[in-house]
């Protein structure tokens, strides 16, 4: 029997990205933004979008499939998914199975997106306002704890508290992030640097480890990446980018209710990360660029030791910004900004900073990087990551 | 603690609907009583509440009393107030705590402390129930303070 694996079998033949506002800025309407991300993306691959046949997103999208290849007069629809789980958990998910559609041919032209207009929606960090809560809910709003920040605060706590791990390594985190949007003009934090007085001056968000650059901002955009068979990107405008693997779900019981995962502690890329590497036939010492998703920066921490980057042993001697830069540092890491300071587009920005990083356009270029690693929002759950490549790393 | 000047968080946060898999529960904190699910066919407790048990795979889950007490598995300390109720009011404390006695399993809740005071992983606590009388349907909380504790 042939090997199953989509390891090589797809390519990333375009990005695209709406400009980013902070939330409630954009002008334009959230399903406007998506639009205009297919078709950037589109756009950018050299394709007619009317060539597009999938669509495939995350975190419960409000654009959906159907009213984009309406609105898009696509000729025909032959794969529309929508991962399960909120935020960012779903972002490599989505390129995976765009991927998985691609690869089975149940469909040639597949758009993985994102869309976010919280200034048109309802916000993220705001508790709920309902009389009653019910489900999960009922446990632990009652007792103020309601937001992303508190529901995944108890992980990083107990996490770090165990390994001995300091602040300072999670400053360093969005040290970098702020780091690199100062040089990314797409980036909504570009000419608001971050140093270290700062960070520690800024108000807590949740003790003991989130003050307020810990924290994602929240944003409006759109953005989207076309994925086509390996074959045809060859002849496309671009150098190739090629999926290496991706990989998706949770370990055992991860989404236990009411705070009862048995392997709490963890951004839940335990089995994720094994399956990873299997199929990308490669281990964290091949990764050029690392792509980590911020939705906190303890969640960071968590997916980089969970996909064998960082050892808790010496995480407080490896997390400084020096480390993380893309010009010096050992692992290059958020080059873009990342979702604390180029956009909270839920990690769909890192994924186009991902293929930047390979096609060498990248406004803080690694030096010829053949393998960059996108791991999706931490400790939800299920989560997603994914390793993408040159031809030279098949 | 069992005076309404004395609770943990202000007024105004929602409250806990009661559907029918987490009833018994509900009903064992108004009686000051700490009931968890307990599967009748493998004995072994699970939280929160499930249709089946994810050992054995029975529906007939029971429910049953445990021991009021268990060691905090991690906190937080919430300070940005993110329901109107809450503003003026940070920060507080939330814990983890894990029931040794019942499985390991573990319950949210606030841990009756001051704003400033330690928090410790493995310190010993005791339940504190929180009567909600004024609410329609009533409804109490369960609490935690240091055991052996003012």
Redesign the interface.
């Known amino acids: 029997m042939a090997e199953r694996t989509l390891r090589g079998k797809v390519a990333i033949a375009g990005i695209g990205e709406t400009i980013y506002y902070k939330h409630g800025q954009s002008p334009d309407a959230e399903f406007k933004l998506a639009l205009r991300a297919v078709l950037a993306a589109c756009a950018d691959a050299g394709i007619d979008p009317r060539e597009v046949d999938g669509f495939a997103s995350y975190g419960n999208d409000r654009s959906e499939a159907t009213r984009l290849a309406a609105a898009l007069g696509i000729r025909e629809l032959r794969f529309s998914n929508m991962h399960w789980g909120g935020g960012g958990g779903g972002v490599a998910a989505a390129v995976g199975n765009a991927a998985a559609a691609v690869h089975s041919g149940m469909a040639d032209c597949v758009i993985a997106f994102r869309s976010l207009a919280q200034g048109q929606f309802a916000r993220y960090g705001k508790g709920s306002q309902a009389a009653t809560v019910t489900g999960d809910d009922a446990f632990a709003v009652p007792y103020g704890l309601m937001s992303p920040a508190q529901r995944f605060a108890m992980k990083i706590t107990r996490f770090m508290t165990d390994h001995g791990i300091r602040h300072e390594a999670l400053r360093s985190i969005a040290l970098a992030s702020y780091h690199h949007a100062q040089t990314n003009p797409r980036a909504v934090m570009h000419g608001r640097p971050l140093d270290e007085s700062k960070y520690d001056a800024a108000r807590w968000i949740v003790e003991p480890f989130h003050r307020l650059f810990d924290c994602c901002q929240e944003n409006d955009g759109a953005g989207a990446v076309l994925v086509v068979p390996a074959e045809r990107a060859k002849d496309l405008p671009h150098k190739p980018v090629y999926l290496l693997a991706a990989a998706q779900g949770g370990h055992h019981r991860s989404a236990a209710p009411a705070h009862n995962a048995p392997d709490y502690a963890s951004a839940h890329f335990k089995t994720v990360a094994k399956n990873l590497w299997a199929m990308a036939k490669m281990g964290p010492s091949d990764v050029d660029v690392v792509q980590a998703y911020e939705n906190f920066t303890g969640g960071v921490l968590l997916s980089l030791v969970e996909h064998g980057f960082v050892e808790p042993k010496t995480a407080n001697e490896f997390l400084v910004l020096d480390n993380l830069k893309f010009d010096a540092g050992r692992m290059p890491l958020n080059t873009s900004g990342g979702n604390l300071a180029e956009c909270y587009m839920h990690g769909l920005e890192m994924v186009n900073e991902a293929v930047r990083q390979l096609r060498g356009t990248a406004c803080n270029q690694v030096r010829d990087p053949n393998v960059v690693a996108v791991l999706g929002g931490p400790m939800v759950t299920p989560v997603s990551s994914l390793i993408l490549g040159t031809e030279a790393s098949l | 603690m069992n005076d309404k000047n004395a609770r943990?968080?202000p007024a105004g946060?929602?409250?806990?609907?009661v559907?029918p898999l987490?009833a018994p529960y509900w009903a064992g904190t108004r009686a000051g009583k700490l009931v968890v699910q307990r599967c009748t066919a493998c004995g072994r407790h699970?939280?929160?509440?499930?249709w089946i048990c994810?050992r054995c795979h029975a529906f007939d889950l029971g429910w049953a009393e445990v021991a009021p007490r268990g060691r905090i598995?991690?906190?937080?300390?919430?300070?940005?107030p993110?329901?109107p109720a809450?503003t003026g009011h940070t920060?507080?404390t939330?814990v983890?705590v894990e029931l040794a006695h019942a499985d390991g399993?573990?319950?949210?809740?606030?841990l009756l402390c001051g704003p400033t005071d330690p928090v410790t992983?493995g310190a010993e606590v005791e339940a504190v129930f929180e009567p909600h009388d004024e609410a329609t349907p009533l409804y109490t909380?369960v609490?935690w303070r240091l055991a052996g504790g003012a």
């Open positions: 943990a968080l946060l929602p409250a806990p609907g559907e987490s699970q939280w929160g509440p499930e994810h598995w991690s906190w937080e300390r919430p300070h940005h993110v329901h809450l920060p507080y939330i983890l399993i573990r319950m949210v809740g606030n992983i909380l609490q």
